[in-house]
């Protein structure tokens, strides 16, 4: 009797054990709410595939905003370092260098950075990402007018930090996200080159309209307010409607976690071999371009004694040529192609069931735009290739400008190589900002590899230099397709 009143007294669980069993649960439920379900669903926003052509006009325009300040924002600078920014003194112009690079160098790291961090809102809903790009170069601007205006280097520099997370690398990937949404085979090529074509359109009116200001604070006023028209054309006539859509297993919700996946550009790479090889190919093929036009300004004027109208002229007649030729390959020749073989059709005398069969499926289709963007993006960076060299032989500023329009027919390789890089993967969207990381640090190396040999080997080296990285882009793009069978 007494021993079962003591066992009634006796908790059937020692405080020991309770602490233990709270303890698993709370770690059980961490590990449940942290753990992606295989068969959870989060939601998109996308674009519809009618709509998504209404995108194209904001590639001209950002290109046009960037063109506007592009020469000004140089000459804001010197507005704040000099006490006379048309002829500063020794120590302000060393100075004013040091400020410019330190400009540059911040823009170029935020630019990298800013992939991984901005993903996390362009992957889920692109039209956001291409929203925040407009917002960020705006307020980028806005911060070195009121940084101009006080004489405040420092409030200057702030703007940098948000123009780095609004490049032109990051525009284009943002808008890559919104092109890879239409189902057509042949569409995300067409779209991505023509909104090249639209970009290169718009950075080569943008400075030669913007001679025709009267004050050079204007330049910044019409990007503002052009950013500004360009975002509300965005939410108004750009309407997105919400899908759901699996989680893939790399996708966390947990903040911590999704703070870390900023490396998942890099980290992409090993989940997508194949990618590998053309995300060299544009590492190399942007370490060759990002400096080349200052490294083409310096020289012509070292040679030629190129003022600003000059290089003004060269950027405008780069960007000119590079839009045409994308025209062309994109539009002009598929539509000469399509109406010969009408006009061949219509003459001959053959049955409508052979001419069926003489029309390529989807999978032909996709076969064929998959090699029409290889073979582009050879022969696109193959005329850099040998033209480049051909710079140290220039006896004259014809022979420059002459120079400059071949090699403009390389700066299209680039949606050749995304879409080719992108047309066998899986993960399309993590694929795109893979690419865009390995363009941003082919732009940061690029200033480096190519500033260096400008200033140490000098007499044109440096135009044989970015012949050389070109060169090893094409040899990486020519063994990829043998690293995808």
Not at 256 to 282: A, K, M, T, W, Y
Not at 461 to 479: E, N
Request: glycine content about 6%; overall charge positive; aromatic content about 10%.
């Amino acid at each position: 009797m007494e021993r079962a009143k003591q066992s009634e007294r006796r908790p059937l669980l020692s405080d020991h054990d309770v602490e233990a069993i709270a303890n698993d649960q709370v770690s059980s439920t961490v590990a449940i709410a942290s753990a992606p379900c295989p068969n959870s669903r989060i939601k998109r926003r996308t674009i519809r595939e009618e709509n998504i052509p209404r995108v194209l006009p904001i590639a001209f325009a950002a290109a046009f905003a960037i063109a506007a300040t592009s020469a000004t924002e140089i000459f804001a600078y010197a507005n704040i370092m000099c006490a006379d920014p048309t002829h500063c003194k020794d120590k302000e112009q060393s100075r004013y260098a040091g400020v410019v690079a330190v400009a540059t160098t911040i823009a170029n790291v935020c630019g990298v950075v800013g992939i991984g961090i901005l993903q996390q809102w362009i992957k889920p809903n692109p039209k956001l990402g291409l929203c925040i790009w407009l917002v960020c170069r705006g307020t980028g601007v806005a911060w070195l007018v009121v940084g101009m205006l006080l004489r405040s280097i420092h409030i200057a520099l702030i703007g940098r930090i948000f123009e780095g997370f609004a490049t032109d690398n990051i525009l284009h990937y943002t808008l890559s996200t919104i092109w890879v949404q239409t189902e057509e085979s042949s569409g995300f090529s067409r779209l991505m080159g023509t909104s090249l074509a639209l970009y290169m359109a718009g950075m080569s009116f943008g400075p030669t309209i913007v001679t025709f200001l009267p004050n050079f604070i204007l330049s910044f006023v019409t990007a503002i307010s052009l950013l500004g028209v360009s975002l509300l054309y965005l939410l108004v006539f750009v309407p997105t409607e919400t899908r759901s859509a699996q989680i893939d297993e790399h996708y966390d919700t947990a903040w911590p976690r999704r703070f870390l996946s900023i490396l998942d550009p890099v980290r992409h790479f090993c989940r997508e071999p194949i990618l590998v090889l053309p995300g060299f190919v544009i590492f190399f093929f942007n370490a060759a371009q990002a400096y080349l036009f200052p490294a083409i300004m310096v020289h012509a004027a070292l040679r030629f004694g190129f003022t600003s109208t000059e290089n003004g002229y060269v950027i405008s007649i780069a960007a000119l040529t590079s839009s045409i030729y994308l025209f062309i390959v994109l539009y002009v020749i598929p539509n000469a192609r399509k109406f010969t073989e009408r006009r061949r059709a219509e003459g001959s005398k053959q049955s409508n069931q052979d001419e069926e069969t003489e029309t390529p499926s989807g999978a032909q289709d996709s076969v064929h735009h998959f090699t029409r963007d290889l073979l582009c993006a050879l022969c696109s960076m193959s005329v850099q290739l040998v033209v480049l060299p051909c710079f140290t032989l220039a006896k004259n500023s014809k022979s420059i400008y002459g120079l400059v329009i071949l090699i403009a027919l390389g700066l299209a390789a680039p949606s050749f190589i995304k879409s080719y890089g992108v047309s066998e993967v899986k993960d399309k969207n993590a694929s795109l900002a893979g690419l865009a990381f390995m363009e941003s640090l082919g732009g940061l190396a690029s200033p480096v590899i190519l500033g260096a040999s400008q200033s140490l080997l000098g007499r044109g080296s440096v135009f044989i230099v970015a012949s050389s990285l070109v060169g090893i882009a094409m040899l990486s793009l020519t063994l990829s397709p043998f690293v995808r069978r």
